[in-house]
């Protein structure tokens, strides 16, 4: 079974700072997902981004990039220029893709909360 | 697109009483999950679906809970006779093609069994 652990409950930053949201998980497959998932005061779950463990190239999607460490077991989030509407507590997920009892399930870690501070 | 919708948005209800929650996928998708969101377990994969057919639910809690989904544009997700520790959000997804693929989550649903 797969585990994902958050060690920062709650971190905080300055608007136009950078932040770096931390995430390390526990696997024995080889082939699989992460992803970041944000979610506002709304409640609404929204996808921030997504890496393959095949690629060794970090994903970006604008001011979002990840640190993928696949010999650590280690994907961090860094939010470049915080903006006030990034306020959200945000999940680290693992998704193996494999047979077995594990594939096709997300499994999430426990969440950061993030306050943005004008 | 519309994304993933859910109703109802809030449900308060009383111990004992079925409950019913509605999901509707996103046109074209071919896999729908429902999650729980609780303070103490965090999120948690209740059961998933592939072509309309249920693939695992291991995570359903108990013999309480059911879900069906009689086509590919429509899901439920019941409970009889709900209990006050059933409480929680409850997120339906859908992913394309593939169980790997991107899942995109509804607004959820807040159900408070009192």
């Known amino acids: 079974a797969q585990t994902v652990t958050q060690s920062q409950p709650e971190m905080s930053v300055q608007e136009a700072e950078t932040v770096t949201l931390s995430c390390t998980y526990d696997t024995s497959e080889n082939n699989y997902y992460l992803f970041w998932y944000k979610q506002p005061p709304s409640r609404q779950m929204i996808l921030v981004i997504r890496?393959?463990?095949?690629?060794?190239q970090n994903a970006t999607e604008n001011r979002f990039s990840v640190n993928f460490q696949k010999a650590a077991k280690s994907f961090s989030l860094k939010i470049s220029d915080s903006q006030l509407g990034d306020t959200a507590m945000y999940f680290c997920?693992?998704?193996?893709?494999?047979?077995?009892?594990?594939?096709?399930?997300?499994?999430f870690g426990q969440g950061t909360i993030l306050t943005v501070h004008p | 697109d519309a994304g993933v919708i859910q109703s109802p948005r809030h449900e308060v209800t009383e111990m004992g009483q079925e409950v019913t929650l509605r999901c509707k996928p996103i046109s074209g998708h071919d896999y729908l999950f429902w999650y729980r969101q609780t303070m103490m377990r965090g999120l948690e994969l209740l059961i998933y679906?592939?072509?309309?057919?249920?693939?695992?639910d291991s995570g359903m809690p108990e013999d309480r809970f059911s879900a069906k989904m009689p086509n590919a544009s429509f899901s439920t997700l019941k409970i009889q006779p709900s209990e006050p520790r059933d409480s929680a959000v409850y997120f339906c997804a859908s992913s394309l093609r593939r169980s790997t693929d991107t899942q995109y989550f509804g607004p959820g649903t807040r159900l408070t069994v009192l």
């Open positions: 890496q393959e463990a095949y690629k060794q």
């Open positions: 997920a693992f998704l193996a893709n494999a047979g077995g009892t594990s594939y096709g399930k997300l499994t």
């Open positions: 679906f592939n072509n309309n057919v249920p693939i695992d």
